[in-house]
């Protein structure tokens, strides 16, 4: 496995690894009204494998993604405390 193969290699570990991890602070109600609100649609990320700014971006994509595949929208204090908890422990969190 040369090159092309061991860089797919190391995109796809992490791509596992930072699916359905475990998540911080798991008791917490961000951390619940994240697995909620996000697992409808797709497997769940660790906060940690996105940075703050990624983090925004994303929020903002998967409301459209809700939006588009019926699903009850984020309300205000929902988008806020999702985005708090994911910002809190993305990859450059301090």
Not at 43 to 55: C, D, G, N
Request: aromatic content about 4%; hydrophobic content about 40%.
């Amino acid at each position: 496995m040369r090159g092309g193969g061991v860089i797919l290699l190391l995109v796809l570990s992490l791509g596992a690894l930072g699916c359905n991890a475990s998540l911080p602070e798991p008791e917490s109600p961000a951390a619940q009204l994240y697995q909620k609100r996000c697992s409808v649609c797709h497997r769940l990320y660790a906060p940690s494998v996105l940075t703050i700014e990624m983090w925004q971006v994303m929020v903002a994509r998967m409301e459209q993604e809700l939006q588009r595949s019926r699903q009850p929208p984020l309300s205000a204090d929902e988008r806020q405390m999702i985005l708090d908890y994911l910002q809190k422990h993305s990859s450059n969190a301090s």
